[in-house]
């Protein structure tokens, strides 16, 4: 049984540690923010159609409006961990969430494409700094605490995700203009931004350290960011091709078709809420491989038998297996010597949104030359990759 100790570096001792009472306020207060930033992006995911139909969009030009929320986020990755290193989590939270929702209700209000490109290339930067923002101060509070937490935090984006998504799912139905809707949500972000600010926690310390730890710290990130880059085109592609592959391969009932998609985001939102318990029981390195063999098994399962209710229990457990792979990635980034928590995080960040940009076009090509069955084992080797030969060479790097 894991103690949970860390064997990097920990908080310096000149450093005062936070009392309990402050922990616990900080941790309520991440908890908010990874909240809320789910029921924003949630958002604009939810008036993609509405979008869409206002400025009568090919597919390929809405996918082109994708790309540019993507694209704003891997170009600001690099200067946004360098900023918030400096500036502080709490501080960079507190600007990234005012500055995200304010862009999020901006989007729906752009009166053409073209105006609205440069918006959604703002949208995915400023989602960047509220990303690693919150990031960070989750593990300056999981340093802070005897019990992990990082899982949990990731479950509250998901749960936010959920509600974000139910709630603009009502408005739609009640007939809400998009823009009213994007700024009661906004309000909604900001609030809760500005308001927790005050009690999160001041970052730790980079103690300076040797060139030789600077390089080992640089090997960490390159092979950290490898594993996160390969969990999110998984990730990925179970988010855009569940549906595809619950009509076309296992010849789903109509009714049935969406169940897919909410049976792999069911498996992550029970995975993280779990996550932190088995952390701590059996540590990162054991946990990260049962996770990934896990979602192996899951994708091998719907691949072998291709019936509906077979597919709906493998996409469940490739969520269970997916749900706590950023957040330990995340955290064992955190934990390296010499560099700003924020900085490594936003590195490997940076990997992980490429992975998730890429998974659903590699596994639509693959789909496309054989078919889609044959595009989901390229996800199942992505598992059983991590599971076999990443978790083994990451294992200096994690809790054991």
């Known amino acids: 049984m894991s103690d949970y100790s860390i064997e990097t570096t920990p908080p310096p001792l000149s450093s005062p540690a936070p009392s309990p009472r402050a922990v616990s306020r900080a941790t309520r207060g991440t908890m908010a923010l990874f909240f809320a930033n789910g029921a924003t992006f949630a958002t604009w995911g939810v008036h993609i159609p509405t979008i869409k139909a206002r400025f009568d969009l090919s597919d390929a030009l809405l996918s082109f409006a994708m790309l540019a929320v993507a694209a704003g986020a891997i170009i600001a990755m690099g200067p946004v961990g360098r900023w918030v290193g400096k500036w502080g989590s709490g501080r960079a939270s507190m600007f990234g969430g005012v500055a995200f929702s304010l862009v999020t209700a901006s989007v729906l209000a752009m009166p053409s494409f073209w105006l609205l490109l440069p918006t959604l290339l703002v949208f995915g930067m400023t989602n960047a700094v509220f990303d690693v923002g919150m990031n960070a101060q989750a593990a300056t509070v999981e340093a802070s ?111 049935w078709i969406s169940f897919g998609y909410a049976a792999f985001s069911g498996g992550m939102a029970c995975g993280r809420f779990g996550g932190d318990r088995l952390r701590a029981r059996f540590g990162d390195a054991r946990t990260l491989t049962g996770s990934a063999w896990m979602g192996f098994a899951g994708i091998a399962l719907s691949i072998v038998l291709p019936e509906p209710l077979a597919a709906l229990i493998g996409f469940g457990l490739m969520g269970l297996g997916a749900a706590n792979m950023v957040p330990i ?14 900085e490594s995080i936003a590195r490997v960040a940076r990997f992980a949104y490429v992975g998730l940009l890429i998974g659903p076009v590699l596994i639509g090509g693959v789909a496309h030359l054989a078919d889609l069955r044959v595009g989901l084992a390229v996800v199942a080797l992505t598992m059983g990759y991590i599971a076999l030969f990443g978790a083994r060479a990451a294992r200096r790097y994690l809790t054991t």
Not at 172 to 201: K, Q
Not at 329 to 342: D, E, K, N, Q, W
């Open 329 to 342: 990635f995340f955290v064992a980034a955190s934990r390296l010597p010499g560099i700003a928590p924020a």
């Open 145 to 255: 605490r005897t019990r992990p937490v990082m899982s949990a935090l990731h479950g509250m984006f998901s749960l936010g995700g959920m509600v974000g998504a139910a709630f603009g799912g009502l408005m739609l139905s009640l007939g809400v203009p998009p823009l009213a809707h994007g700024l009661m949500i906004a309000a909604m972000t900001a609030a809760l931004a500005i308001g927790v600010a005050p009690g999160l926690l001041a970052d730790h310390p980079v103690l300076p350290s040797a060139d030789h730890h600077r390089e080992h710290a640089s090997r960490a990130l390159w092979l950290l960011g490898l594993m996160a880059f390969l969990g999110l085109v998984g990730e990925g592609a179970m988010y855009d091709w569940t549906t595809v592959y619950m009509r076309d391969i296992t010849q789903a009932p109509l009714d």
